[in-house]
């Protein structure tokens, strides 16, 4: 873990260059090297989505990527899509829904939607809940995130609420 | 119906990853702090070798049971459970020796070089077995045994009652087991403490209860309380798994050792499983006596529940088990027995649900066999039996106005998945079965007679004429933060937006107990809203000042000002606000749940939290498909309805019923902590299963809209009914579906398969 690396990549829309070690979490890099601890941990082996990150478009767990793996990719985290002041559609769409209880897995869940809609941007609810599955949420039983994740389809295909 | 609470005031700030939980506070160059736990389930330590772990470039502490200052004691009512174990093991997941390192690398590196020499006692994991005479003692010593508590509670005369049973009677009996069942709430404990130059202990953690977390680390380390100052930011999820003691005290003797540093202590999912309290496993017996014609005569039984080797509340979550052994229903004679049983399995404590999941997945199974003995509608028996407001309920305190358990069944009832289930199950496809259950609800509210139920709110006028509220009970997602947030703003006249509010802080927060009983948003709402009046009393006097208006009552609070309708002019609040000194912008009030007013003479032994004057009722209607070549069980239908009050916001009480029937339904389907011999196969969300979406209907709900005169805008706490209904709902599923007859939770495929003869049948 002595040895470091260069590491250069794309967060969130911005090119960002910094020395770590290879070995390193991309998790722990992501919240304390740059803050941005949208991204949380839940379980740290893979099982819960809670620490879910975008990679070149991709739903990727942050706590099973080591920092190497990042190099010369765009990694998209909740921050990157939109803020409290300028939420994107689909962060509007949680809150509006009441999908946001403890908010603890939120992050997560929102860019699981973010990958599915640039796949299918018209999922029904069966497809939204096999797109999910893969983040657990402890609070909602999953019904108003579901709910989240059509009205953030309908709300991108410019659909009128 | 009226929605005054969407979206939820924190929502986007928890979407868009910025809000900030105890989790996401690692302040560059904080110490990690982490235990040493003791792996076996009962034994002595005859060797701690620590030696290597502290000269581990990198450690800045290893501790041990003689490092700690104070009792060493932790404990909400009993003081039973060390912080660090001395020489008495008492379970896996008890702290053996705590490590404060530099880096989570070196931390780890550390605790792996603590050297543990255990000789095993023989441990006692049965709580049946552990309340024989000869059982190993887990407190050797105690007065009472491995028995940590016991309680009677009984009214009219159930012995006489079955002894006078004749052949026009109907008795149905049966013993009922619910499981250890884990929290799983997504962010797992942790915190920051700091041991500042002024002697103050500042900390951040993700707990239900700051207020009284301070008197239980100061107790336990020997500190004074008022020089604890703990901060409790949004939770990741809690239902009552942060509702006592999980990294405090550990993390509070670390920020001693290491004065002046920062140090972070974060559970591992792990470590959660292994040293986090669990709800209790239990035994209820129960036996229920009825007339031909279903009227409930007489009910008696025992419920023991497994505490594990510390106390917690077990006590008084057996008392609300047994408050509520009789179900929402009207009978006249009752008798139960309740005793809790010291073991060597993992902690038993407080979660969701509190002793009435354990009591309810009983009674309403009594029922269902009662239907069948009875050839009866499994729904309209409940009906029929339904406690009404001005009847006493099974310890004798008068059921409240709004005891509106029919109402609810009546909603379920009509609903098409229960008036069309027949053609439902018979329309089921090739190798599915089909079946549906409906059963009745009921949680009480409040920490109960004996404890008093108080909170105090503080809300603050800005400089800026806006309006600061001080949240004093932890919000770990039920939205009570939000709530109160709307609640102000409508009180006050004000949009939301000129709001905002402060997460507990014991430092600037008047007290106002901990977030659990479904207490939260009723007894700080009370509070909030006679401090919310105080201000408005205020700002129409001060405002008068300005107004020169000699009769202040003629004043209105109107959005961003207090207007003379008399005279047209006003004030802007900024004004008042710029005008005022802080002592005077500031408004502090308070309140007490109202308590049973002629508390029946039984549960003598309950001197906390017994009887309850308040109850939310419900009925939940579960349907299952039930794959007949692999015994799988498929929820695929679950409806709710509630009677909790005024409906504040259909939005919130949806969130809390959907939520909990979810944890509910693992309970019934998925979640088994694999425990053999005090050690559990859980360890990870890959051998401890909760739902997820692929393993949930779209859960509906159906709230009465009702009043309860003493709530906050007419409400009552409603945060833990929805998790009684998916239990025992299941189980009446599954016997309509496949003949099995339910006795423990949860339900494995096996068992079905073997109920319907085989997987070829």
């Known amino acids: 873990m002595s040895e470091r690396m260069e590491l250069s990549f794309t967060l969130n829309g911005a090119p960002v260059c910094l020395t770590t070690e290879p070995g390193r979490r991309a998790l722990d890099l992501l919240r304390e090297e740059f803050g941005l601890t949208a991204a949380k941990e839940g379980c740290g082996l893979g099982e819960c989505g809670a620490c879910s990150v975008l990679v070149d478009g991709e739903l990727k767990l942050s706590c099973l990527l080591l920092a190497a793996q990042l190099a010369g990719r765009s990694v998209v985290t909740?921050?990157?899509?939109?803020?409290?002041?300028?939420?994107?559609?689909?962060?509007?769409?949680?809150?509006?829904c009441g999908a946001v209880q403890c908010g603890y897995c939120t992050p997560g869940?929102?860019?699981?939607?973010?990958?599915?809609?640039?796949?299918?941007?018209?999922?029904?609810?069966?497809?939204?809940?096999?797109?999910?599955?893969?983040?657990?949420?402890?609070?909602?039983?999953?019904?108003?995130?579901v709910d989240a994740v059509l009205a953030a389809g309908a709300a991108l295909r410019g659909e009128k609420p | 119906m009226p929605d005054n609470l969407s979206p939820r005031a924190d929502a986007l700030a928890k979407a868009t990853g910025t809000e900030r939980y105890s989790a996401d506070e690692t302040p560059p160059g904080c110490l990690w702090a982490g235990v040493r736990r003791a792996g076996i389930p009962h034994g002595l330590i005859t060797g701690l070798d620590v030696a290597a772990a502290r000269s581990l470039p990198g450690v800045a502490a290893v501790l041990t049971r003689a490092d700690v200052p104070g009792t060493n004691r932790q404990g909400i009512v009993h003081k039973d459970q060390p912080v660090l174990c001395g020489r008495h093991v008492r379970h896996c997941g008890d702290a053996v020796a705590l490590v404060v390192a530099e880096s989570r690398d070196a931390l780890a590196e550390a605790l792996s070089r603590i050297q543990v020499e255990c000789t095993p006692l023989p441990g006692v994991f049965d709580p049946e077995a552990a309340l024989l005479p000869d059982a190993p003692a887990v407190h050797p010593g105690r007065e009472g045994g491995n028995r940590l508590a016991y309680g009677l509670v009984e009214k009219g005369d159930a012995p006489g009652e079955f002894a006078a049973a004749s052949d026009d009677d109907v008795l149905v009996a049966g013993e009922f087991h619910t499981p250890l069942q884990d929290h799983v709430f997504l962010e797992p404990p942790n915190g920051l403490a700091r041991l500042t130059p002024a002697g103050l202990l500042d900390m951040v953690v993700s707990t239900q209860a700051p207020f009284r977390d301070r008197f239980e680390i100061a107790h336990a380390l020997g500190l004074d309380p008022m020089k604890i100052r703990i901060r409790a930011p949004y939770l990741g999820g809690g239902f009552g798994g942060k509702d006592g003691a999980t990294v405090q005290c550990l993390l509070a003797l670390a920020a001693l050792a290491v004065p002046g540093r920062f140090i972070k202590m974060a559970w591992s999912r792990e470590e959660t499983f292994l040293a986090g309290y669990k709800r209790h496993a239990a035994t209820v017996r129960l036996k229920l006596l009825a007339k031909r014609d279903g009227t409930l005569r007489a009910l008696a039984?025992?419920?023991?529940?497994?505490a594990g080797p510390y106390a917690h509340l077990s006590g008084e979550i057996m008392a609300l088990g047994m408050e509520h052994a009789g179900g929402p229903y009207r009978i006249p004679h009752t008798r139960v027995e309740g005793s809790?049983?010291?073991?060597?399995?993992?902690?038993?404590g407080a979660f969701r649900g509190f002793g009435v999941v354990q009591a309810g997945f009983a009674t309403e199974r009594l029922m269902d066999a009662l239907a069948v003995r009875l050839g009866r509608d499994p729904a309209g028996l409940r009906r029929q039996n339904a406690l009404k407001p001005g009847e006493h309920n099974c310890v004798g305190v008068m059921a409240e106005a709004g005891t509106d358990t029919a109402a609810c069944l009546d909603a379920v009832m009509?609903?098409?998945?229960?008036?069309?289930?027949?053609?439902?199950?018979?329309?089921?496809?090739?190798?599915?079965?089909?079946?549906?259950?409906?059963?009745?609800?009921?949680?009480a509210m409040g920490y109960g007679r004996g404890l008093p139920?108080?909170?105090?709110?503080?809300?603050?006028?800005?400089?800026?004429?806006?309006?600061?509220?001080?949240?004093?009970?932890?919000?770990?997602?039920?939205?009570?933060?939000?709530?109160?947030?709307?609640?102000?703003?409508?009180?006050?006249?004000?949009?939301?937006?000129?709001?905002?509010?402060?997460?507990?802080?014991?430092?600037?927060?008047?007290?106002?107990?901990?977030s659990s009983?479904?207490?939260?948003?009723?007894?700080?709402?009370?509070?909030?809203?006679?401090?919310?009046?105080?201000?408005?009393?205020?700002?129409?006097?001060?405002?008068?000042?300005?107004?020169?208006?000699?009769?202040?009552?003629?004043?209105?609070?109107?959005?961003?000002?207090?207007?003379?309708?008399?005279t047209g002019r006003s004030v802007p609040l900024a004004r008042i606000g710029m005008m005022l000194c802080r002592d005077d912008r500031i408004c502090v009030d308070q309140y007490i749940m109202p308590v049973v007013d002629h508390p029946p003479d039984t549960g003598r032994e309950f001197k906390l939290g017994f009887p309850h004057r308040f109850y939310s009722y419900g009925a939940c209607l579960c349907a299952v498909e039930v794959d007949t070549l692999t015994g799988t069980v498929r929820l695929v239908k679950c409806l709710l309805s509630v009677a909790c009050g005024r409906v504040f916001s259909l939005s919130g009480v949806e969130q809390q019923l959907q939520g909990a029937a979810a944890q509910g339904a693992g309970l019934a389907l998925f979640e088994d902590i694999g425990l053999t011999r005090g050690r559990m196969r859980a360890g990870d969300l890959s051998t401890y299963l909760i739902p997820t979406a692929l393993d949930l209907p779209d859960i509906e709900c159906l709230a009465l809209d009702d009043d309860e005169p003493s709530g906050p805008l007419g409400l009552k706490g409603m945060g833990e009914i929805g998790i009684h209904g998916p239990g025992p709902a299941v189980a009446q599923a599954l016997y309509d579906a496949t003949g099995l007859w339910v006795r423990h939770l949860p339900v494995s495929p096996r068992e079905v398969l073997e109920a319907m003869g085989g997987p070829l049948s």
């Open chain 2, 414 to 443: 009509a609903h098409p998945a229960w008036t069309g289930r027949e053609a439902w199950k018979q329309a089921a496809p090739a190798f599915t079965r089909r079946g549906t259950g409906l059963v009745a609800i009921q949680n």
């Open chain 2, 517 to 566: 009983a479904s207490r939260t948003t009723y007894t700080f709402g009370n509070a909030l809203l006679r401090a919310c009046r105080a201000m408005r009393d205020k700002l129409l006097a001060r405002g008068a000042l300005a107004l020169l208006c000699d009769t202040p009552e003629r004043l209105e609070l109107i959005p961003g000002a207090v207007s003379d309708p008399v």
């Open chain 2, 340 to 348: 809790c049983a010291y073991t060597n399995n993992p902690v038993g």
């Open chain 2, 301 to 306: 039984g025992t419920m023991l529940f497994d």
């Open chain 1, 109 to 145: 869940m929102t860019l699981a939607t973010s990958a599915l809609l640039a796949q299918n941007p018209d999922p029904d609810r069966d497809a939204a809940r096999v797109a999910l599955s893969g983040n657990l949420c402890r609070c909602t039983g999953y019904v108003k995130i």
């Open chain 1, 78 to 96: 909740a921050e990157g899509l939109g803020t409290p002041d300028a939420p994107h559609p689909i962060q509007s769409a949680f809150a509006d």
């Open chain 2, 453 to 514: 139920d108080a909170a105090a709110a503080k809300l603050e006028l800005t400089r800026q004429g806006t309006f600061r509220l001080y949240n004093s009970v932890p919000d770990m997602g039920q939205g009570n933060a939000s709530a109160f947030v709307a609640m102000a703003a409508r009180a006050l006249g004000q949009p939301p937006q000129a709001v905002s509010c402060v997460q507990p802080d014991t430092r600037i927060c008047p007290p106002a107990g901990s």
